[in-house]
C-alpha cells in the first residue's frame, strides 16, 4: 500500500512558468514532510521540508504548501528554469521514526 | 555533493552470484540507511542501524541480504545469490541522531543482475 500518493506522474513546464506536484498521505502520524529532487544516475537531494506546524514554506523559487486537514502537500517551483528538469520525490516521515515513504515520483520537464 | 558516497557506483553481475555494496557517510551522522529504488520508483526503505547496531529491517529485506556497518562507520550491504529482480538501484543514506530526520543520500550503486 502506497503510504504517500503522488502526481502527476510527468509535468511539461515551459521556462519561467510555475511547476506544480501534489501529495497526499493517510498516516496522521507523519510530520515531516520532505521534498527530494533526482537527476539520472544521481541519489535524491534534499530541496526542501515542511512540518504541520506552518502551511508554507518558501526557499527561493522553491515553495512547499502543507494543508493538514486535508492531509496533502505541494510543491511549486516558480520561474521553471531547463536546470529544474529531474524527477521529483515527496516523502514523509514520523519524527524518530526510522525510515521515509516516498511517493512515486514525478518527472519534470521544463522546455526553453 | 552530500558527503556520503558509495562504492561501485555500478555492478553487472550474473544471477546467483553475490555482490557487496559499501557506504561511507557523513562521518559525524550516527544513522545510516539502506534504500532500494527500482525505475521509475521512489526508494523503499530496506534497514537502518544506529551507530553499529542494526535497529530496522523491511520485510523487503529477505534472508539473501545482510547489512552490517562495523564500528559505527562505514556500512555494507551484501546480496547473496543475486536474482533478476534484485536489480535496482540501491541508495544509502545519512541522518544526525537528535537532528532534524534529515537524511542525505549518496550517489547509489546500480545493480544489474543478467
Known amino acids: 500500500q502506497q503510504q504517500v500518493k503522488q502526481s502527476p506522474q510527468s509535468l511539461i513546464v515551459q521556462k519561467g512558468g510555475i511547476s506544480i506536484i501534489n501529495c497526499a498521505y493517510e498516516?496522521?502520524?507523519?510530520?515531516?514532510f520532505p521534498w527530494y529532487q533526482q537527476f539520472p544516475g544521481k541519489g535524491p537531494a534534499l530541496l526542501i521540508a515542511?512540518?504541520?506546524?506552518?502551511s508554507e514554506k518558501k526557499e527561493g523559487r522553491f515553495t512547499i504548501s502543507f494543508n493538514k486537514s486535508a492531509k496533502q502537500f505541494s510543491l511549486h517551483i516558480m520561474d521553471s528554469q531547463p536546470g529544474d528538469s529531474a524527477t521529483y520525490f515527496c516523502?514523509?516521515?514520523?519524527?524518530?521514526?526510522?525510515?521515509?515513504?516516498f511517493g512515486t515520483g514525478t518527472r519534470l520537464t521544463v522546455i526553453p | 555533493d552530500t558527503g556520503v558516497s558509495q562504492d561501485p557506483r555500478h555492478k553487472i553481475t550474473k544471477r546467483g552470484q553475490n555482490v557487496t555494496f559499501r557506504c561511507d557517510p557523513i562521518?559525524?551522522?550516527?544513522?545510516l540507511y539502506w534504500y532500494r529504488q527500482t525505475l521509475g520508483q521512489g526508494p523503499e526503505f530496506l534497514t537502518y542501524?544506529?551507530?553499529?547496531?542494526?535497529?530496522?529491517k523491511s520485510r523487503l529485506l529477505s534472508d539473501r541480504f545482510s547489512a552490517e556497518r562495523p564500528k559505527g562507520s562505514f556500512s555494507t550491504l551484501e546480496i547473496q545469490r543475486t536474482e533478476q529482480g534484485d536489480s535496482a538501484m540501491y541508495l544509502c543514506?545519512?541522518?544526525?541522531?537528535?537532528?532534524?530526520?534529515?537524511?542525505?543520500f549518496g550517489p547509489g550503486t546500480r545493480l544489474t543482475v543478467l
Open positions: 498516516n496522521t502520524a507523519f510530520d515531516y
Open positions: 543514506a545519512n541522518g544526525l541522531a537528535g537532528g532534524t530526520d534529515t537524511q542525505y
Open positions: 516523502a514523509a516521515s514520523e519524527t524518530g521514526a526510522n525510515n521515509l515513504f
Open positions: 515542511i512540518r504541520p506546524d506552518v
Open positions: 562521518s559525524e551522522h550516527n544513522r
Open positions: 542501524f544506529q551507530n553499529e547496531a542494526q535497529l530496522e
